[in-house]
């Protein structure tokens, strides 16, 4: 069980999102059984929130409208953003956007990024022109000085313990249901890596213990001996989630077997999210006859033994949880709130329209929440939340 999980590593708000897109396109079968809302006036134009107190001052450019294309927020006031131009940093709940670029080049999709705090992040700049190698740029002063390292990967799942213990799941390569990665490790912050397995039958010393076959989404670390992989395999019912006990040298399956009634549907899952050391939620997605649902299981024992929660988010996509009690579901149209550990959803109607242009979400505390909101040649915005999803106002930009 995990024993290394730090009070630093607690306090991260890890938002999981897998395929938005996909299942904003799905319709329940069931209409009939949908929800009732508690009717919320809408807004036809919603507000401009002003900063609530004068910034910190931060010695880097202002940016006007970064075309956003992620945001990670730590509190009310402080977070990260990365955009097709830039890596950029805010210290007033997003109404100022500075840039903290490491380097000049193109952001966007095309790299990986890490943020553990408002001070620590970690930024993979792939080689153009050879995709198994890249720049790992690295920052424990919120971007005002970064170091560099090349890296023998360029982009995969990369995630870290504290500002010098990480991981990394290397892409090597995927098709026809399979993927080859390797797993790195590092202790010096990201100067340095040890690859400590790789399963791809091209490389020397390839093992088997993680298979080949099935896409692996995501890694999710609690320890330098403790790990998840989660992802998904074209076969009904099962439920693709390795962990590691030894570095990451072997993998076992984990036991999580499928809900009833789901026993032949298509399960996805990026892995767990840690709220504690001990607790922790298991988000999979179910695609079925039924449409598409979001079961969210459940541990207490630092991921030794999973429950599934009775109760589902219907066409359930981006999940945020926030402690131990408290999470969010975004699903297509509506926010769903636990306050219970997953064991209840209740369906929350915002009064802006996010429909369509969802592109992302981060809540902070169990009322204050961001979303990053696509709407095409108007520009990215960003909304907050401080009543759980129900009145939204648009940050200044």
Not at 30 to 45: G, K, N, R, S
Not at 93 to 99: E, K, V
Not at 146 to 167: H, K, M, T, Y
Not at 378 to 391: I, K, L, N, P, W
Request: aromatic content about 10%.
């Amino acid at each position: 069980m995990p024993g290394g999980l730090e009070p630093l590593r607690l306090q991260r708000r890890l938002v999981y999102v897998v395929r938005d897109m996909v299942l904003l396109g799905v319709a329940l079968a069931a209409a009939a059984c949908a929800p009732q809302f508690v009717p919320i006036p809408a807004t036809e134009t919603a507000t401009v929130l002003p900063p609530t107190q004068t910034p910190p001052p931060l010695d880097a450019p202002v940016v006007e409208s970064p075309a956003l294309v992620a945001v990670h927020m730590f509190d009310e006031q402080n977070g990260w953003g990365v955009s097709d131009k830039a890596v950029l940093r805010t210290v007033d709940g997003g109404f100022t956007w500075h840039d903290v670029s490491p380097t000049a080049s193109d952001y966007g999709y095309s790299v990986t990024t890490e943020f553990l705090d408002s001070q620590h992040g970690w930024v993979l700049v792939p080689n153009l022109e050879d995709w198994l190698s890249g720049i790992l740029f690295r920052t424990s002063d919120g971007g005002a000085h970064w170091n560099e390292s090349p890296v023998p990967f360029g982009g995969g799942a990369l995630q870290f313990i504290d500002g010098r213990r990480g991981w990394m799941m290397a892409s090597l390569g995927a098709g026809a249901g399979s993927m080859a990665v390797g797993v790195h490790q590092t202790e010096d912050g990201g100067a340095s890596w040890t690859q400590t397995y790789v399963n791809d039958p091209n490389q020397t010393g390839s093992g088997a213990s993680l298979p080949l076959g099935g896409l692996k989404d995501g890694i999710t670390p609690v320890s330098m001996q403790q790990a998840w992989i989660g992802g998904v395999i074209y076969e009904p019912g099962r439920i693709y989630l390795y962990q590691t006990a030894d570095g990451g040298r072997t993998w076992a399956q984990s036991s999580v077997t499928a809900p009833d009634g789901y026993e032949l549907a298509e399960l996805e899952t990026t892995g767990p999210i840690f709220a504690t050391s001990q607790v922790a939620f298991l988000p999979v997605h179910m695609s079925s006859q039924n449409g598409i649902m979001l079961a969210v299981y459940v541990s207490r024992d630092g991921g030794g033994s999973w429950l599934a929660s009775p109760t589902f988010v219907p066409q359930g996509g981006s999940i945020d949880f926030v402690s131990a009690e408290t999470g969010f579901a975004w699903n297509g149209t509506d926010f769903y709130v636990t306050h219970d550990a997953a064991q209840t959803w209740a369906p929350v109607r915002p009064d802006v329209d996010f429909t369509d242009s969802f592109a992302g979400m981060d809540f902070v505390t169990p009322e204050v929440g961001f979303v990053l909101s696509d709407q095409g040649d108007r520009g990215q915005h960003v909304y907050v939340t401080r009543d759980s999803g129900a009145t939204w106002t648009l940050v200044g930009h």
